[in-house]
């Protein structure tokens, strides 16, 4: 007979869980007990904090841009302070069509504050990476236990994917931020039966639509409407939802800039951001070498790292559940389904980049630490066997990871000695995880500390000597310096160009207007316009143009990398790629 479809209400804090010892026989409250959880709370606290340090705020504007993205975001951005149009984002002089005006409004308020800078670049996705930890903690308190909140918030913040994206200049952090939390207000407002929460929830998901567009509506739509079509109990709830007033809400407050920019620049605003950059770059194929069916669950099955094991586990525990006629606990059933609809909507667009799959991050978080709490609750359970296997795997995991970089480091890897702490770190904890396991016979610790303190450390060990050392190889900054120390001696403004290499950090740094050059043809137009000019482009390009006869000179050069590689930190690498700074030869 199939249990009842009943959703558990959050456990008080003052009850008994594993590990905690009650009060003794008089009634009295153990004060040992009560001093050692005190202690355990603080070292939760020191270390979340220190996570939060590592991962987000530290050294956040020192690497330069190089990315593509990130450049051309924060040039947009800047943009938007320089002419002080605040609601049409432009780039290089043209209209940018590529996303709504949100994400460029608030990094673009951060340049105000902070100047026009690497770090006032990043801050909006780092506090945004920031909130989304506290909203999962919040969740998982909210449905199951405040340990499970802890849990999940610890889990997020230590997790490599919001390390990458909150240290980079683009919306993704900033659009999860909204669209998770918007769902996450929504599904507490009906599964606990606050309804006062959804309409903080509907205008979260407006904010979203502001980030990135109305795929904020097509995925809460598709996950919600999946939700309801697959459980009674999320059926019954989730439609006593006003969900109608809900979605006027939210088109009342997302609908004027869409309004504002058609009104403005017409149908070339439908056909370069409705047609072009959502529906064609979803359904048509734009671009070559797209990656497999199978790209995205090798991208969380690696970004999961070391709690892959765990999920796949919870997983089968999960479907076994089911097959024996039981029914998931709701909650359980909409995070899993958040996660199939994210993962399975972008494995269909024709265009992937791995960090889309990155709102399913929190859900998958979620789940890690639900049954991470629920082993400690019933340690032998066959329920959780899977779960409990997967945990007992993170230990090995971890070790694998260490050794290998530590081969990588001393074979491979031309970095400073000190990067050895990160490999040393992450074995370390791994063999201690599983020593401890086994004494325990079975339990894990109330929070993974060891395994986080791990990754504490490996993300400072990247921060310290990976990044500086990518950094060195960087040489757009120092183009563009040469170009501001000449142009103070030109009697007129000079022209800026750069010809084979369109990177908008380029374009950032030199801080004036620049012409991408596609061909030689349009090269040599260029170069034969009267007046100065600078133009920034490979040796070797340069020395065809001088043996064709086009008259320039290098007044700059300097050797680094044509592509952000991990090629640039090997010790046998291929020789770098030589970068010259030309102008009209005498």
Known sequence: MAKPNTIPQPLPDNEARPGRILADQT??????????????????????????????????????????????????????VV???WWAPYYNGQPFFDKPVLFHQLQAAAMVIFGQTEFAARIVPALAALVLVLVTGWFGAATRSRETGIIAALLMIGSPGVFGLARYAILDTLFTMFLFGGAALLAVAALRDRPRLQWVGYVAIAFAVMVKGPLAFVLCGLAFG????????LRKRLLALRWMSGLALALVLASPWFVYMYLRFGDAFVQGYALDENLRLYSSSRFANQPNFYFYFRILAAGLLPWTGLVIGRLIDNVRALMRGERLDPVESLLWIWVAVIVGFFTLSTFKLDHYVFPAAPALCLICARAWFEIRQSRLSPAHACARAGLHLIGPILVAIGLGCGYFLIARLELSRYAMMVPIALTIAGAALMALTNVRGGLPPRAPWIVLSALAITYAGLVAFVMPALDRRKVVSDMARQIAIHREAESAVPRVASFHFTNPAFRFYVNQPVTYLEDPTQARAFFELDGPFYCLMRKAAYDEFVAQGVPLRIVYEKEGMAVTSGRALWRRRLPETRFVLVTRGE
């Open 226 to 233: 999946l939700a309801v079509l697959v459980s009674a109990e």
């Open 27 to 80: 009634g009295n409250p153990n004060r040992e007990a009560n001093r050692s959880r005190l202690i355990q709370d603080l070292g939760i606290g020191v270390l979340f904090a220190g996570l939060v340090f590592v991962v987000l705020f530290w050294r956040l504007g020192d690497a330069r841009f190089w990315d593509p993205d990130e450049a051309h975001y924060a040039e947009t951005s800047r943009q938007m």
């Open 83 to 85: 002419t002080g149009d």
